[in-house]
């Protein structure tokens, strides 16, 4: 991408989209444009259109989404698959109609067959049924991969699909209820040592191994591949490493400074037993993650003491 020509970042105050500014930044892109939800709603289709028509970006981050976690998935269903569709379809429909050299869609892991084989391969896509309690943001988040892969092949345009494993990082949803595991726990074991509580309750079995990427490896990811990749393919990107929910909770509990007990509460639901992605595509292309869990989570917990992200 040249420096100075003009990018469009989707969702710059969400986590993913913040750490893609900071890196563009970091690399010395200074035409940079970005609108909040106030002043464009993505899922306005004549809204939509206006901004492509008078901006014309030339390179696109589509990092918008409504994301959060098991729960809130479930819960607000017809949410999660209406908004994603929205937003995917406007924005990558906008950007081939005015003229958009490149852009990056970011998906999920959450893509995969529940009980598809691990790690996690590109061509295991639509290869089985998926996780019930996120069913609808997969299904949305799938119909942007194909979005991109038959606008590529009908008009030829450059648009590609990332794959990230589950994120964390500064900016997250540290709400108690509907956010993903590692802000929902580092805020629970943070209350829990204020109080002084003797143990925290923790959801699900413990069981299930997960893989988690720190925010800002994910961002670096995204401009290294807007440069070096172009193919219809979605690609993963993960550390290729993952842990039990219940070593994860507990490399929380320290890391906050939590002393107590951790009680598994298996009323709820524990989701797919593992989802670790293959990023052999990735790694060859010469793309590896920097940041460890234990130093990313030292740096999310600074975040949610700073009051990083929205409560």
Not at 112 to 121: E, M, S
Not at 153 to 160: T, V
Not at 199 to 209: A, D, F, I, L, S
Not at 300 to 308: A, Q
Request: proline letters at 5%; glycine letters at 8%.
């Amino acid at each position: 991408m040249e420096k100075d020509a003009l990018i469009y970042v989707a969702g710059h105050r969400g986590m993913v989209g913040s750490a893609i500014m900071r890196r563009l930044q970091a690399a010395g892109f200074c035409n940079i444009i970005c609108k909040s939800h106030r002043e464009l709603d993505l899922t306005d289709q004549s809204a939509v259109t206006n901004f492509f028509q008078t901006y014309r970006p030339a390179y696109v981050f589509l990092a918008a989404a409504k994301v959060g976690g098991i729960k809130a998935n479930d819960t607000y269903c017809a949410d999660f698959i209406y908004e994603n569709l929205a937003i995917e379809t406007l924005v990558i429909h906008a950007a081939y109609r005015y003229g958009v050299k490149k852009l990056l869609f970011l998906g999920s892991s959450c893509i995969y067959p529940k009980y598809a084989p691990q790690p996690l391969k590109e061509e295991y896509l639509l290869s089985g049924h998926l996780e019930p309690t996120n069913e609808a943001y997969a299904v949305a988040k799938i119909a942007g991969i194909i979005m991109c892969r038959m606008y590529r092949k009908q008009y030829g345009c450059d648009f590609i699909s990332v794959m990230p494993t589950n994120l964390y990082g500064p900016g997250d949803n540290y709400h108690p209820e509907n956010s993903h595991v590692i802000p929902a726990l580092i805020r629970r074991f943070h209350e829990a040592k204020i109080k002084g509580a003797r143990e925290v309750v923790c959801w699900g079995t413990g069981t299930p191994r997960r893989e988690f990427l720190y925010v800002d490896d994910l961002a670096d990811a995204c401009l290294f591949l807007m440069e070096h990749y172009s193919a219809p393919e979605h690609i993963n990107v993960g550390t290729g490493t993952d842990i039990t929910i219940a070593e994860l909770a507990r490399l929380i509990a320290n890391t906050v400074g939590f002393q107590g007990d951790i009680v598994w509460d298996t009323s709820f639901p524990d989701g797919t037993p593992q989802k670790l992605l293959d990023v052999t595509k990735i790694h060859r292309l010469g793309w590896k993650h920097t940041t460890e869990l234990p130093v990313g989570l030292n740096l999310t917990y600074e975040d949610f003491l700073k009051g990083g992200g929205r409560r």
